[in-house]
């Protein structure tokens, strides 16, 4: 029962980190490069643009929810495995998401990058 | 992909790496907070370990949403996972701890994997058009991008 409980919190992070990322990538494209914009427009630009963003806020939400998940899956399981397990399929749930829902040309490449760093971070921390 | 950029990737792993070792570090000197005494919490972040392992991860997020204003999600993801390997070679060369075969080979598919990801474009969308909040400086990139040259 005690597996049923980690492997669902171990989802839910999963879940909640690929939302998050997903979010704050959309909306730092939103804001555009940082480093042209702090020039041409000054730092306080930058700040207010970013904390102003909707999808920046709602980001930052579901990373809070990953984090404290990750509490929670930490406390019904041990740590060599909710650890690796949520990071790399973290990495794997993140190229899909940034395929369907950034639109990103997530190329053969990719694909590769993101499997072989999944599987070197399992073997790491495992 | 300009030097300045190559150096913000760079941020984003050095500061991930070396917050996560500061609050491991410091939260091993504080000890375990439990739920019902909370206030344990202040007197963790008063430790100087804890509290520079934070302004580490501050740093760490600042150039992390720098990162993702110019480039691909999965680019900067892979890109800056060198922080495991950098985690994994202070273990073993300034912590002396053991590191197995089984994670040496977890160093190398992570760093393939980099490598692999770094000899590609780093952005390869559109970034969505805000005529008002983008004035006519973005043009030059979108067009890099669609035409695959910008690396």
Redesign the interface.
């Known amino acids: 029962m005690k597996a049923v409980y980690t492997w669902s919190a171990i989802f839910v992070i999963v879940f909640a980190s690929v939302v998050g990322?997903?979010l704050?990538?959309r909306a730092?494209?939103?804001?555009?490069?940082?480093?042209?914009l702090w020039r041409?427009a000054g730092f306080g630009t930058v700040i207010g643009?970013?904390l102003g963003n909707p999808n920046f806020l709602f980001g930052v939400l579901a990373m809070a929810v990953a984090f404290f998940s990750l509490l929670f899956a930490l406390s019904w399981g041990d740590v060599s495995l909710v650890a690796p397990a949520a990071a790399s399929l973290t990495?794997i749930g993140?190229?899909v998401a940034?395929?369907i829902f950034?639109?990103?040309?997530?190329?053969r490449?990719?694909w590769?990058?993101?499997?072989?760093?999944a599987?070197?971070?399992?073997?790491?921390?495992? | 992909m300009t030097f300045?950029k190559y150096l913000v990737l760079a941020g984003v792993t050095v500061f991930a790496a070396a917050g996560d070792s500061m609050l491991s570090h410091g939260m091993k000197q504080t000890g375990s907070i439990s739920l019902n005494h909370l206030q344990g919490v202040i007197f963790a972040v008063l430790n100087p370990w804890v509290a520079i392992g934070i302004l580490l991860l501050l740093a760490f997020f600042a150039t992390?949403?720098?990162a993702?204003?110019?480039a691909?999600?999965?680019?900067?993801?892979?890109a800056t996972?060198l922080g495991?390997v950098l985690l994994?070679l202070v273990a073993r060369f300034l912590l002396h701890e053991q590191v197995s075969p089984?994670?040496w080979?977890?160093?190398?598919?992570?760093?393939?994997?980099?490598g692999?990801?770094a000899?590609?474009p780093s952005l390869?969308?559109h970034?969505?058009t805000?005529p008002a909040?983008?004035p006519a400086?973005?043009e030059p990139?979108a067009t890099a991008a669609a035409s695959g040259v910008e690396r």
């Open positions: 990322d997903v704050l990538a730092m494209k939103q804001v555009g490069d940082v480093g042209a041409r643009r970013t990495f993140n190229a940034a395929k950034l639109h990103e040309r997530v190329d490449r990719r590769i990058a993101a499997s072989l760093v599987a070197g971070v399992a073997l790491l921390a495992g | 300045r992390y949403m720098t993702l204003s110019w691909d999600l999965t680019y900067v993801l892979p996972s495991y994994a089984l994670r080979l977890g160093i190398a598919l992570i760093t393939g994997g980099v692999f990801v000899g590609g390869t969308t970034p969505p805000h909040a983008h400086e973005d990139r």
